[in-house]
């Protein structure tokens, strides 16, 4: 899922510089992702270890599977991205607002 988020990811038309802040879930190892990070060498990208409430309110946009990290970030007004691939189950959370990106399409635009 991490890697289709990052493939897809030029779709969502963000700024140039926005870093991505990569937070794995709590039960997962920070050394997960040291693999990926190294090869898909990007400046913009950081782990994040910080407090879910700051890391949430320094967000500008928030990414996930589906967690309730997405359920609280759409509460504050955030603009909130499923990243499930087309390949994965269904996301189970019934909150409306989340934009699914593997709905979007070439240009950008929600299918």
């Known amino acids: 899922a991490l890697r289709y988020f990052f493939e897809r990811l030029p779709l969502l038309c963000l700024p140039e510089d926005t870093v991505i ?3 794995p879930h709590p039960s997962e190892s920070w050394q997960k992702y040291n693999n990926f990070l190294i090869e898909n060498d990007s400046p913009r990208v950081i782990l994040d270890s910080g407090d879910l409430a700051d890391s949430l309110s ?4 928030v990414a996930g599977l589906q967690t309730y990290s997405l359920t609280l970030a759409l509460n504050t007004g955030r603009t909130v991205y ?3 691939p087309p390949w994965a189950p269904s996301c189970e959370l019934p909150h409306d607002g ?3 990106l593997k709905e979007y399409s070439i240009r950008g635009e929600i299918l």
Do not use: E, F, G, Q
């Open 82 to 84: 499923c990243t499930l």
């Open 21 to 23: 802040r990569l937070r």
């Open 98 to 100: 989340l934009v699914y």
């Open 58 to 61: 320094s967000a500008r946009w």
